[in-house]
């Protein structure tokens, strides 16, 4: 563990040498997205630059998770049928799954994955619960709030067993483990790789902060529900199965949490259905990977 803890967390991410560059056409795609008068086929010509993610996004969209009722064949049609910016959300996620998924950081990727879109379509949910407009972008920040162990672990091989062997022994949580070995956690770096790739401060916040609750005076809604779903992504991670996640005594605590005013028995079902959810989105962006 020698070299984290000779670096600062910018240090970390520049320094890693098998992360993690989105291609230019995510940041293209960000910048003509901004401008007001944009054209639909000024963002169709950016994203067909990239053959390879245009076909990815067309089985994307193709796919049982959009159950769309005709085939679309083209990427000006898929815009025109879920939106540029839904669109845009599914080339950044496409773009940081492949990205990746093509690092090995001593961990089972898939469960990594699997666990990173059930607490996307949580905080997405939980999101579109309290009526907030911009929810994909919560998705986005759900789908990153671990995205930081791929920088510590790709650096540190054997970090994730020594950490693995903590938390047997104290019973600590990972991002309290890395806090005492390295000075940091999963958490400031994941949020130092989303300001390297420009994104919102509002996401790097949630990344940067998402096992802290502030008290109740300080709080948003934001932090609110990055903290639920990163807790109940937690805790499937632990117990692997949805069952087990049926304690209503957890529940009830985390639902007591927010301002949403959810019933212990609406989060239930919300858990549940993002659970089915997760699974249709698994398999429309990691079952070919």
Known sequence: MGIAQKCSVSDLVNETNVIISLPEICFKLRRVLVEPLHTRKEVASII????????RLLRIVNSAYFGLPVRINNISHALGIIGEHEL?????VTAIVKSLS????GF?????????IFIAIIARNLAKRAGLANKEEYFLAGLLLNVGKFVLYA???????TIEDEIKTTGALDFEVERKLL????????????TNWNFPEALIESIAGHHQLPDPAARNMTQEIMYCASC???????YRTIENIGDV?????????????????????LIQYSHEEHLLVYEMFCGNS
Request: net charge negative.
């Open 155 to 161: 650096k540190e091989p054997e970090l994730r067993a």
């Open 88 to 92: 845009n959300n599914l080339v950044f």
């Open 232 to 238: 109940l992504g937690d805790f499937l991670h632990k």
């Open 249 to 269: 005594t957890f529940i009830s605590d985390i639902s007591h949490t927010l301002s949403l005013q959810i019933s212990t028995e609406e989060l239930l079902q």
């Open 183 to 194: 000075g940091f956690d999963h958490c400031e770096v994941g949020a130092e790789l989303a």
């Open 102 to 105: 093509s690092t090995s950081a």
């Open 48 to 55: 067909q630059l990239d053959t390879a993610l245009s076909a």
């Open 108 to 116: 089972d990727i898939k469960q990594f994955w699997r666990n990173s």
